[in-house]
């Protein structure tokens, strides 16, 4: 996780042509860095870049030479239409700040979206439209402050719903319609509920969220979420089987260790980060994905590659060791051509120079054939990586633990609109706050993520009023921050089940001191269908 990019973006020259551009490398980076679009053209040839492998040198310190070498694109996305703002994605149109996303449109500020429209503020979110703070949602319309629901339909404030419809601060429930908080309304009554609560107000707004918290907080859980398994353990395992210790899976089979593979179809993997979608027989590998296969060790080697080791961002190439920015080649070793009777000869012998000659960090960690990059070959620092949004450290224990750090830039923003100032009501917002630069309610509280400011851009303030909702009171990033706490722990504990006279033991994201009653499956379907 700590070698994949995550919903950061700085502005800085190409060194290709000199324009300012957008890029997941800040402009101190030692990455040689083009705007995206070149670097996928034909003026990069990365063969160019080809070295011999020294064999008087680790081959860690080479990789790490060449990979600075070579250029890097400033985005990592592709089939992109107006979202330029936007990295980690492809097939986006009309997005704007949409990270780690596909097939997508219209919407913005939103983390691990895929075939969604017109949404705001969405982590997670699958074949969705219209939605907004929310997280863990899959083919929902008009759900707001929602999490965990399926198939679902203006919901409010709730939490593990399946086929509902009209239901404000619920959880649990399956094919209900016109519900405040479990309880059944008529579809008068319902509407008039709503009505009077006033939701054009933040103040109204943030004491009924408040409330619905504390229902939610209250309610049981399944011991996991996930459907359609056989044989599975770890949190959020969809349509799999015989996959055990994951997190963020779909249609996975016969792997371990696997994180965020949320695109369908891989078997086969093992100690894999990000992506899937039919894969097989990969490897420790972070971004891999799209049609590949028996790859081990690579950074963002995928769309179709496959029998590659110890390489970064390559496309479409096979039978590749250690290379960088390599497209649609085969059998090269550090950017250099061979025949592929030279590539097997040569790759036995750096094999064997990798386990005679090891590589030593900084914190004295031993790395030789078969394990992942040493951490100091990351092209990020920690809290600018995917790892600091499910293992977050301070400074201090990121760089004891061996890892960079990106201290946080000095920003001085002229604040245009206190943020006590901000209208309460939807009523009384006009254009007149388009582009002014907003304060963040956590600016003074030493909060590492917070950006100390936002705005408000045309697309956006229209949602807000085709849904008569108050303007939010956090930056981007701290909403962001603020959707994971609906997320379930990676961490596994051993639990039996709550429910009064079942023994039935389980592995759970549910830590024993969380206040949350965790039931098996069986007695959770009891409750629930």
Known sequence: MSFRDYRVLYKRKSD?????????????????????????????????????????????????????????????????????????????KNCYLVFVSTFSEDSMYCAEINRTKNSIDVTRIESSELCYQSFALIKCYQAFFSSHCENCMDIWFSR???????????????????????????????????????????????????????????????????????????????????????????????????????????????????????????????????????NKFNYRCSRGSHDCEYSYSCYGSSNIFGCSGLINKQYCILNKQYTKEEYSRLREKVIKHMNDVPYLDKKGTMYTYGEFFPLELSPFSYNESMAQDYFPLEKKQAVNLGFRWKDKEERNYKIDIKNENIPDSNKDITEDILNKAIECENKNKNVEYCTEAFKIIKSELQFYKKFNLPLPRLCPNCRHFDRLKMRNSLKLWNRKCMKEGCQNEFETSYAPECPEIVYCERCYQQEVY
């Open 16 to 92: 290709k042509t000199g324009k300012i551009i957008f890029s997941i490398f800040p402009q101190e980076s030692p990455f040689k860095v083009w705007e995206r679009d070149i670097w996928w053209s034909d003026e990069l040839n990365a063969l160019d870049y080809g070295k011999n492998v020294d064999f008087n040198k680790n081959f860690f310190i080479q990789l790490k030479e060449l990979f600075f070498d070579v250029p890097s694109s400033g985005q990592t996305c592709w089939n992109m239409v107006n979202s330029e703002y936007c990295t980690g994605a492809n097939s986006l």
């Open 160 to 294: 593990n719903l399946v086929g509902c419809n009209y239901c404000f601060g619920c959880t649990n429930l399956r094919n209900k319609q016109y519900c405040v908080f479990n309880k059944q309304y008529t579809k008068e009554n319902y509407i008039k509920y709503v009505d009077d609560l006033d939701l054009s107000s933040y103040k109204s707004m943030k004491a009924v969220k408040e409330k619905a918290e504390k229902v939610v907080e209250k309610s049981i859980r399944k011991f996991m979420e996930g459907r359609y398994n056989s044989n599975v353990s770890g949190e959020y395992i969809n349509n799999s089987k015989n996959t055990f210790n994951s997190y963020y899976v779909i249609q996975g089979e016969d792997s371990k260790y696997v994180q965020s593979f949320f695109t369908p179809g891989f078997k086969d993997c093992y100690d894999c980060t990000m992506w899937g979608q039919n894969s097989e027989l990969c490897y420790e590998c972070s971004s891999v994905g799209e049609n590949c296969y028996n």
